[in-house]
Each structure stands twice: as C-alpha cells, then as structure tokens.
C-alpha cells in the first residue's frame, strides 16, 4: 500500500531581517538638521523615562545614559563639526541672535524609550509602545541574517562545513539531512525547534568548532551553559537575551534534579518562563527564543524518559585529528575554510526549503534507545532498591516481547529496519502503519518471529496476552480497531502519540 502523502510543511520563508530597520532613532516627521547630521554619521540620540540623554557615536555601540545636557553639546558639536546645543527644553531666540546660534536640539524632538526588550521577531531597532512611547531592541540581526542571497545555495557551496556537519552525524546522511532541515526552520523564521540535538561522543570531535565557529558567527547571541550556569538561584538570567542554547558537559546528576529537569523542559519547548533574575523584581515572564543544543563527552549526558519528544541523540564520528582535520591538515586551516563558507552556508539555510514537522519531530535513533534503557534501568534499581518490586530475572522470551512492545507503543522506527532485508514488504507494510498511528494485527506474530526467530509463541492470540502482561493499556482489546486500507479492513492496535 502506498503511503499517502498529507501536508507536511514543506515551505520557505522569505528572511525579513534582510530588511531590518536598524538606528531608526529619529521621528518620522523629523526637520531638525543637527538630528539629520547625526543621523548621517551613523550616531543616535534618545530619551528615557528619567530625562537622561541615551546616546552612541557608532551603530554598533550600545545606549549610553548622560544627565549632562551641555557635556553631550559639545560631543554631538565635535561629531558633527558644527555647534549643537541640546536642551531639557526649547529656547526662544530673539531675531537678531537667530543666525549665530548654536542648531538646537530639543528633548521633544527625542523618541522616549520606556525600557529595553530583546525582541528577534520585530523588524526595527526602536519598537513603538503605546502612548508614543518606544522601546530599544536589544537584538540586532547578525551581518549572515541581513546579506541578500539572490540564488539558492547547494551542499557543494561549503565542503569544510558538511564534512564537519557529516562527521557530527557519523556521516549519516539522513541525520545530516534532518539536522540542515532543524537549521534551516530556525534561520527562516527564528523560530526554535521543539527538538533539542544531543551530540555525544569523543573530545576532538568538532562540537565545539562546530558551536563557535559556525553556530555563533551566524547566530549571534549564543549562551553556553554549564553545571555551574545550572547552580544558580537566578535561571531568568540565562533564558533572557540569547538566540542560541548549548547546553555543553552538563552532568547527568545535575539533570535529573527535579528542578534542572523542568527547566531543560521549559527551555526545549515553552515561549516563556517565570524564572527570577538578579537585581530584578520578577512582574513578568521572560520570552525563550533560543534553539538548544546539547554536547558531551560522556556516554550518558541525560536523561531521557520512554516516552520522550524533546529528544534527538547522535553519536559522532572519529575526533578530527585522526582523519587530517577533514583532509584540512590542521585545526587552524580548517576554521579558515569554514569562515570563508559561512556566507554561502546562511543564504543555503535562509533559501532552502523547509519541513516544518521534521524540524519539530525527534528522530528515533539506537543512541537514544541506549539512554532510554539506561534511564529505565536506574528506576528499576531505585524501585528495587526501595523495596518496590523484587528482582527478577527475564527470560530471553520475556526480554524480546517487552523490547516488541516498547518498540510499537513508542514507534522505535530502528528496531524494525533489519526487516528490510528479511520481508521488504512487511518492512513497508509496517512503516505505513506506523506512520499513522497503527499496527496491523494480523502483522504481531510474522514481525516478532522475523526479528526474534522464535517458535515458543505458536499463535497471534498467545502473542496479544503476553504483550498485555507487560502494557494492558496499549495492547488492550478495547484498544483495537477496525480500518479501512483502499478495499479491505483490518484491525488495527491503535497507538496514541506520547507527549
């Protein structure tokens, strides 16, 4: 049977910060000739709520405040060589004074900035409040987000950074491919995924060249955060101002903390968080925006539960010393490449087309059913350990039709792919079933001897009870259906996504 295909979000998203409207400091109707002159040379000038100057000589520069209106006249009067007088308020020159004076300029004149926001989804510098109010945006996109692209761009375009990218994904393909797809759906619309990317494997790797010298240029407003981040009383300070997350040798022990855990959870998948910040009274949640990665080289860098959606884990390759820095020769002629390639790579990310729900869909592999076994573990040996259950030992038939089960209740797409080359039709047959929830009954008993090649289990009837010892929810009766497949109906075991 042939898999209908539905809508999956294939799109591509023109980058509105290619447009973005940076130092619009001045008023729309603005006339005043010493704002234009400093307009021109690139400084600004604005006001805030306790009557301080807020200014800066370059476009890069931040805000700085000043309560002295005539130290800032003769700056602004330097940096645009003529005389500039900035005034609290406006000053009535008589008719014969007119032509010698100073150009003034008025506080009136000024936008009022009520506060600061970092807001990537605005298009301007100066975002307009109520009340003729303003608001400084403290993102300001990357020159990669604001470069034109007028073509679109291929993998050939950027060698060093696939070969670094491949090696990441232990030159899967498909995980390659997911991974782009994940990078690009942040870059067009600075959306973040659902999905946290874990990358786990030896030091030398590339996560890092990977973190600083691709994700950061690109980005911009990348946070690294450690065990020591995570030991603080004042987690807003992490989530508020930053694009990217990634999440680097965090320990195992200090995520499963109850209150590590909630907030890993919140900042995979939640726009806010209530969290404090320092020196700041908590009136408001804070927005998360940043896209999570997470790298380690420890085997087990978190936890992960049987049900989990938050999750993508890779292993990597061999460390890069080892394989002549991608045939580079060295670490330093490698960045180099890779700095040459990031303009191409950005128009690839922002001019690629996009699958909205792969972006937010974890990908199942054997690396994150080792973390989910090794979690399961530890809850059995905590429960045994607690008195809870008693130990017991599984036969090899019960460790097999327990892995069956898991492995449908959670669609472990790998468990089933050595049916590719075993019963091609029956892989298929499955894959399609899967992918909308089911799962044939008349196709447990071939499945399960084709993976396990046992003949203890003689019946489909006998296969369904020993599977309900383990999950009666799942493989309840009640929860078999009947579904129609073009002219013919089966019934069906219907799997309800876990989230």
């Not at 308020?89 to 300029?105: H, P, R």
């Not at 073509?151 to 670094?164: D, M, R, V």
Request: neutral net charge; proline residues 3%.
């Amino acid at each position: 049977m042939a898999r209908r295909t539905p809508n999956i979000g294939y799109m591509m998203i023109k980058n509105k910060h290619e447009s973005y409207n940076s130092n619009n400091w001045l008023k729309d109707n603005n006339t005043n000739l010493a704002l234009a002159k400093i307009d021109k040379k690139g400084g600004a000038l604005a006001l805030n709520e306790s009557g301080e100057l807020l200014y800066r000589l370059s476009k890069g520069d931040r805000f700085k405040p000043s309560k002295n209106y005539k130290a800032m006249s003769q700056t602004f009067s330097s940096f645009i060589g003529v005389d500039v007088e900035l005034l609290s308020t406006k000053k009535k020159a008589s008719q014969e004074e007119e032509e010698d004076i100073a150009l003034q300029v008025s506080s009136h004149e000024l936008k009022l900035i009520r506060g600061e926001k970092f807001d990537p989804h605005s298009n301007e510098e100066f975002i307009e409040a109520e009340s003729g109010l303003y608001e400084l945006n403290l993102f300001i996109p990357t020159s990669y987000m604001l470069q034109e692209c007028s073509c679109h761009y291929a993998e050939q375009s950027f060698p060093a950074i696939y070969a670094l990218v491949s090696n990441l994904c232990n030159n899967n393909p498909d995980r390659v491919e997911w991974m782009f797809n994940r990078e690009a759906y942040f870059m067009q619309g600075l959306k973040k995924s659902q999905v946290a990317l874990v990358f786990k494997g030896k030091q030398g790797t590339g996560k890092s060249i990977y973190v600083n010298e691709v994700l950061s240029p690109i980005f911009g407003y990348i946070k690294t955060i450690n065990d020591k981040s995570l030991n603080t009383s004042y987690p807003g300070g992490i989530v508020e101002n930053t694009l990217y997350f990634n999440l680097d040798e965090i320990s195992v022990t200090k995520s499963q903390s109850e209150g590590s855990k909630n907030f890993l959870k919140a900042l995979i998948t939640n726009d806010t968080i209530t969290a404090e910040k320092k020196f700041k009274t908590l009136d408001k949640e804070t927005s998360i925006y940043g896209q999570v990665l997470i790298t380690s080289n420890e085997e087990y860098p978190v936890e992960i539960e049987p049900s989990d959606r938050r999750f993508t884990v890779f292993n990597t390759g061999v460390a890069l010393s080892k394989i002549g820095f991608l045939e580079y020769g060295g670490g330093e002629e490698l960045i180099g490449a890779i700095k040459s390639e990031l303009p191409a790579f950005a128009c690839y990310l922002k001019r690629r087309h996009i699958d909205k729900v792969k972006a937010n869909t974890p990908l199942w592999t054997s690396e994150k059913q080792e973390l989910i076994s090794m979690y399961e573990q530890q809850q059995y040996q905590k429960q045994v350990k607690q008195g809870l259950v008693k130990p017991v030992r599984l036969t090899k038939l019960q460790k097999n039709t327990q892995e069956f089960a898991s492995a449908i209740k959670y669609k472990q797409i790998w468990h089933f792919e050595s049916l590719k080359f075993d019963n091609p039709e029956l892989y298929e047959n499955v894959m399609n079933d899967l992918y909308y929830n089911l799962f044939k009954v008349d196709n447990l008993l071939p499945v399960f001897k084709t993976l396990y090649g046992t003949r203890t289990i003689k019946t489909t009837a006998e296969l369904l009870r020993v599977l309900q010892q383990f999950d009666m929810n799942q493989f309840n009766t009640s929860n078999i259906a009947t579904y129609q497949f073009g002219e013919e109906s089966y019934e069906c075991i219907r799997i309800y996504p876990a989230y």
